[in-house]
Antibody, heavy 122, light 107 residues
Framework: QVQLVESGGGLVQPGRSLRLSCTAS????????MHWVRQIPGQGLEWTAY????????FYADSVKGRFTISRDNSKNTVFLQMDTLRPEDTALYFCAGVAEPYTMITPLEYWGQGILVTVSS | DIQMTQSPSSLSASVGDRVTITCRASQSISIWLAWYQQKPGKAPKPLIYKASSLKTGVPSRFSGYGSGKEFTLTISGLQPDDFATYYC?????????FGQGTKLEVK
């Protein structure tokens, strides 16, 4: 069955960095684009970043552009989110998600991890 | 950027009721709209793709409709398991924006 497991979250001070990882299994990871979506506790879903299956396209929400970097290692079935210059407002549960259809960018989010909590506080 | 406006933000209903949630896009997204259900502490669960295509395994009491800028999610004959928060999301292009969510509560 499909599994996505996030890791790397925790408590970090404002201005510092953190790198999230998400390791996938059960679907052909190297053919599918991947997203990160975050959710402040008690609030709605906020799309955060996307990377295409072949690393040729990356997109970011304005709120994280220039501070966060998405990347992937298809040999390890893993997608990363490097988060730099963290702010208290980045505190959220971060989900990784794989898209439904291979190759294309116009495809919904199908496979979801359980989420990992990032807390930015001094 | 495409903005997604979802309404209502909350909804009270009883088991057996029929409810409809609306999602409006700030510009046309054709049929590239998905609906997700989320329960507290859990990841979102996909329900509907391409505005009206029910994901395999999702009960037929869920239905989606629309194209262009206006979309609806209808649940006919609410079941206890349906009380949750529902989100629409456009995937026509970046940023892949979500609606604000609709919390469906027991009346």
């Amino acid at each position: 069955q499909v599994q996505l497991v996030e890791s790397g979250g925790g408590l970090v001070q404002p201005g510092r960095s953190l790198r999230l990882s998400c390791t996938a299994s059960g679907f052909p990871f190297s053919l599918h684009g991947m997203h990160w979506v975050r959710q402040i506790p008690g609030q709605g879903l906020e799309w955060t970043a996307y990377i295409s299956y072949d690393d040729s396209n990356k997109f970011y929400a304005d709120s994280v552009k220039g501070r966060f970097t998405i990347s992937r290692d298809n040999s390890k079935n893993t997608v990363f989110l490097q988060m730099d210059t963290l702010r208290p407002e980045d505190t959220a549960l971060y989900f990784c998600a794989g898209v439904a259809e291979p190759y294309t960018m116009i495809t919904p989010l199908e496979y979801w991890g359980q989420g990992i909590l990032v807390t930015v506080s001094s | 950027d495409i903005q997604m406006t979802q309404s209502p933000s909350s909804l009270s209903a009883s088991v057996g009721d029929r409810v409809t949630i609306t999602c409006r896009a700030s510009q046309s997204i054709s049929i590239w709209l998905a609906w997700y259900q989320q329960k507290p502490g859990k990841a979102p669960k996909p329900l509907i793709y391409k505005a009206s295509s029910l994901k395999t395994g999702v009960p037929s009491r869920f239905s989606g409709y629309g194209s262009g800028k206006e979309f609806t999610l209808t649940i006919s004959g609410l079941q206890p398991d349906d009380f949750a928060t529902y989100y629409c999301q456009q995937y026509s292009g970046s940023p892949y924006s979500f609606g604000q969510g609709t919390k469906l509560e027991v009346k």
